[in-house]
């Protein structure tokens, strides 16, 4: 393999397009000049559709993590109840976070792999009436879940008086969400993910009702304060230095969205997955989730007759091409595909090929491209 090629497939961050490069690259200006000015102007209006919302999308320096924190010191008080939904790793960050700030968490914990179910949070919500926030991960990155926040949300808006808050980081511009639709108070999301930038920028939106609890908050904050955010943002600046490389950049991927059509890169991440999976299924490797709860972002695979370190260790050292590991109790039992942002279905034919060859490297038997020849039948049909 050549020294310098690399083939990124972990659910982020992703790999980031050769346009956005170039962008990115463009000569700095100053973060206060007319010139950042237009620019954000430019990016506000064409946020809001990846969002679904019609409120103004926060822009922060910053990673998807600092977003999360964003949505708890805003939202909620020490002292106050909320229920976190757990679904994983990142869903556990959330409860962490809270803790943090002295709030009092309540946990729904669901077994990794499984998506959250409405009916044991409607039924939760119904016996605990002074809970101030639910937090739900849309996709959790560590299991490859989808959590049904639509249905959630509905649960959320007609059993409680909750805020319902979502970390949508690494599924926001791959899967569809509309905010103001579904009743999300409160999404976040991170730039390294769907979004095709390195780390460093954070997005937020909320709703009105957020909003008026927002300004009735009085926990102190600083950097992470919304209000300064929102002020900002409608004079198309930031309270602080934001990232001027990474909005160029932001600025292309936005062009590269609107060209492909949000349905469309949809329907592509969706038909990824399908292609995934089907390749592990033809050769009866299992999969962390079933078909209904799987993320269109990344897919996690979970063998029982191989080592995962040494797949994944083989792959980086003979082919270059690195995949994720598994998180906490899932640590050296799953490994993890990304397929999200600048990928495409000959990127995925690429990556089932290779890893078809590692395994039978580290002594796996299986019949080459038989993984492959399922993953192109789904393509085709």
Same mark, same amino acid.
């Given at each position: 393999?050549?020294?310098?090629?690399?083939? #990124?497939?972990?659910?982020?961050? =992703?790999?980031?397009? @050769? !346009?956005?490069?170039? $962008?990115?690259?463009?000569?700095?200006?100053?973060?206060?000049?007319?010139?950042?000015?237009?620019?954000?102007?430019?990016?506000?209006?064409?946020?809001?559709?990846?969002?679904?919302?019609?409120?103004?999308?926060?822009?922060?320096?910053?990673?998807?993590?600092? $977003?999360?924190?964003?949505?708890?010191?805003?939202?909620?008080? @020490?002292?106050?109840?909320?229920?976190?939904?757990?679904?994983?790793?990142?869903?556990?960050?959330?409860?962490?976070?809270?803790?943090? &700030?002295?709030?009092?968490?309540?946990? #729904?914990?669901?077994?990794?792999?499984?998506?959250?179910?409405?009916?044991?949070?409607?039924?939760?919500?119904?016996?605990?009436?002074?809970?101030?926030?639910?937090?739900?991960?849309?996709?959790?990155?560590?299991?490859?879940?989808?959590? *049904?926040?639509?249905?959630? $949300?509905?649960?959320?808006?007609?059993?409680?008086?909750?805020?319902?808050?979502?970390?949508?980081? !690494?599924?926001?511009?791959?899967?569809?969400?509309?905010?103001? /639709?579904?009743?999300?108070?409160?999404?976040?999301?991170? +730039?390294?993910?769907?979004?095709?930038?390195?780390?460093?920028?954070?997005?937020?939106?909320? +709703?009105?009702? $957020?909003?008026?609890?927002?300004?009735? /908050?009085?926990?102190?904050?600083?950097?992470?304060?919304?209000?300064?955010?929102?002020? /900002?943002?409608? /004079?198309?600046?930031?309270?602080?230095? *934001?990232?001027?490389?990474? #909005?160029?950049?932001?600025?292309?991927?936005?062009?590269?969205?609107?060209?492909?059509?949000?349905?469309?890169?949809?329907?592509?991440?969706?038909?990824?997955?399908?292609?995934?999976?089907?390749?592990?299924?033809?050769?009866?490797?299992?999969?962390?989730?079933?078909?209904? +709860?799987? =993320?269109?972002?990344?897919?996690?695979?979970?063998?029982?007759?191989?080592?995962?370190?040494?797949?994944?260790?083989?792959?980086?050292?003979?082919?270059?091409? !690195?995949?994720?590991?598994?998180?906490?109790?899932?640590?050296?039992?799953?490994?993890?595909?990304?397929?999200?942002? &600048?990928? +495409? *279905?000959?990127?995925?034919?690429?990556?089932?090929?290779?890893?078809?060859?590692?395994?039978?490297?580290?002594?796996?038997?299986?019949?080459?491209?038989?993984?492959?020849?399922?993953?192109?039948?789904?393509?085709?049909?």
């Amino acid at each position: 393999m050549l020294a310098d090629q690399q083939f #990124l497939r972990i659910p982020g961050p =992703s790999p980031i397009p @050769p !346009s956005v490069h170039l $962008a990115m690259g463009n000569t700095m200006i100053g973060h206060r000049d007319v010139e950042a000015k237009s620019l954000i102007e430019q990016l506000r209006p064409r946020l809001k559709p990846i969002f679904g919302t019609k409120e103004e999308v926060l822009i922060l320096t910053g990673s998807g993590t600092a $977003a999360l924190e964003m949505a708890v010191v805003n939202a909620v008080e @020490p002292g106050d109840e909320v229920l976190i939904l757990v679904t994983g790793s990142f869903g556990d960050r959330f409860a962490k976070i809270c803790q943090a &700030y002295g709030i009092n968490v309540h946990r #729904l914990d669901m077994a990794w792999g499984e998506a959250i179910d409405t009916r044991i949070v409607e039924t939760y919500l119904q016996q605990n009436p002074t809970l101030k926030a639910v937090f739900a991960t849309y996709c959790e990155t560590s299991t490859g879940v989808l959590n *049904p926040v639509k249905e959630l $949300a509905n649960v959320v808006r007609h059993h409680s008086e909750a805020l319902f808050i979502v970390d949508g980081v !690494s599924c926001v511009g791959a899967v569809p969400v509309q905010m103001d /639709n579904w009743g999300i108070d409160i999404l976040v999301t991170g +730039s390294q993910k769907a979004f095709m930038l390195p780390a460093g920028l954070a997005f937020a939106a909320a +709703s009105a009702r $957020a909003w008026k609890r927002i300004e009735e /908050n009085n926990t102190p904050r600083f950097y992470l304060d919304m209000k300064k955010y929102r002020d /900002n943002i409608n /004079n198309n600046t930031t309270p602080f230095t *934001p990232a001027l490389s990474l #909005l160029f950049g932001l600025k292309q991927v936005l062009q590269l969205l609107e060209k492909e059509g949000l349905e469309n890169v949809f329907a592509r991440h969706k038909l990824m997955m399908q292609m995934t999976r089907s390749a592990f299924k033809a050769h009866h490797i299992n999969l962390l989730t079933t078909d209904e +709860s799987a =993320s269109p972002t990344v897919t996690a695979v979970k063998p029982t007759d191989f080592q995962v370190e040494e797949l994944r260790k083989t792959l980086k050292n003979e082919f270059h091409l !690195s995949i994720a590991g598994g998180q906490q109790q899932l640590k050296g039992k799953i490994f993890r595909i990304g397929h999200m942002g &600048y990928c +495409s *279905p000959a990127d995925v034919l690429q990556t089932i090929s290779i890893i078809e060859m590692a395994l039978i490297r580290i002594g796996k038997p299986l019949e080459l491209g038989k993984g492959v020849e399922a993953a192109q039948k789904t393509y085709l049909s």
